[in-house]
């Protein structure tokens, strides 16, 4: 079945220093990549998505790159701050009408 | 707009009991998706539903859990005869159309 592996599952930055969270997706129809960041009791929260005709895009400190050939895409987090600590989850939209989730990265920023 | 609604926010039942959740998508949207989400872990895909319609339940165990998304009101997500393993998060989300979906502030459920 569909599958999409995230990593790493935890990532600790150095307040100021970028984040980069990857994952992979095995099916070749997927169309849709979204972010969503979920804090401590939260709910997941959209935070950038990228669809299939684009390569990269970017919002403020937040961008996101997309390669179809490789079946990969990126999160680039740059100069972090202290709330951008949370856990990351990327996901994929599969031909099936789903969404599948990766694992999660909690990622940690350093004062 | 109001945001997706779930309720109860935090369940507890003993073992034996039956537990419903429910979801009330935004406004507009006819797609609801359920997940479950462990401490510590991700979020897995359980059913997808549109009005009235079972789209896919491949995430759904067969027994015990059971939903359902009416014409009018909200989605419900019952589990029957819960057990310990049972107890998670399980967050509803919606969508306008089968990609960009907005979560709920989920439902914890613990069983005793």
């Known amino acids: 079945g569909e599958n999409v592996e995230q990593h790493p599952s935890t990532l600790s930055v150095q307040e100021g220093d970028s984040a980069v969270i990857k994952c992979t997706y095995s099916d070749s129809a997927s169309n849709y990549f979204p972010w969503y960041k979920q804090e401590l009791g939260k709910r997941p929260q959209l935070i950038i998505d990228?669809?299939?005709?684009?390569g990269e895009k970017k919002d403020q400190r937040i961008a996101v790159t997309l390669n179809k050939t490789a079946k990969h895409f990126s999160l680039h987090i740059t100069e972090t701050q202290p709330e951008d600590s949370a856990v990351y989850f990327c996901?994929?939209?599969?031909?099936?009408?789903?969404?599948?989730f990766g694992s999660g990265t909690r990622l940690s920023i350093r004062p | 707009n109001a945001g997706v609604m779930q309720n109860p926010r935090h369940l507890v039942r003993r073992r034996g009991q039956e537990a419903r959740l429910r979801c009330s998508p935004m406004k507009g949207h006819s797609h609801v998706y359920w997940y479950r989400q462990l401490p510590e872990e991700g979020l897995k895909f359980m059913v997808y539903l549109q009005k009235e319609n079972i789209i896919d339940e491949s995430g759904m165990p067969k027994e015990r859990f059971s939903a359902e998304f009416p014409k009018e009101g909200p989605s419900i997500l019952r589990i029957q005869q819960v057990v310990r393993g049972d107890s998670a998060a399980y967050f509803c989300?919606?969508?306008?159309?089968?990609?960009?979906?907005?979560f709920g502030p989920g439902t914890r459920l613990t069983v005793l």
């Open positions: 996901a994929a939209y599969s031909s099936a009408s789903k969404i599948i």
């Open positions: 989300a919606s969508s306008p159309a089968s990609n960009e979906q907005f």
């Open positions: 990228i669809r299939s005709n684009v």
